[in-house]
């Protein structure tokens, strides 16, 4: 019987996995400038690189630990995508309205009174009180 890991992040995940995930983000170039070992830098495979990887823990270790970095990474830059842009669903109640009317504001007819007289701009570039 297997006991639970739940402060390994890796549990359930397997070397391949790992593997093929860096190389699709990083590719095979970035991967061996990363973590200099031969098996990412010349001709390199998934099936050789996970043969040498099996092999030789410290190596091992340097590829689990990009992994690791690399998924925190990617959490914190979605984390922060999350914070700078909430989805209009997702505004407290009330405020995508007032939004919504601020875009648009538009003036009804009988809110202008004909008493008040309309501001109109000095001309000259004299304001009001410098003619007096």
Known sequence: ???PQKNNPLHGITLERILT???EHF??????????INCFNHEPSIKSSLKFLRKTPWARTKVEGLYLWHKRSEERKEQKRARFSP???EK???LAEADDQHKNPQVELGD???EEPAHVPPQNGKRDHEGQ
């Open 27 to 36: 590719g095979w170039e970035e991967l061996g400038y990363q973590i200099s």
């Open 87 to 89: 989805h209009p669903e």
């Open 112 to 114: 202008l009174s004909p």
């Open 92 to 94: 407290p109640d009330g």
């Open 1 to 3: 019987m297997e006991t």
């Open 21 to 23: 995930e860096l190389v």
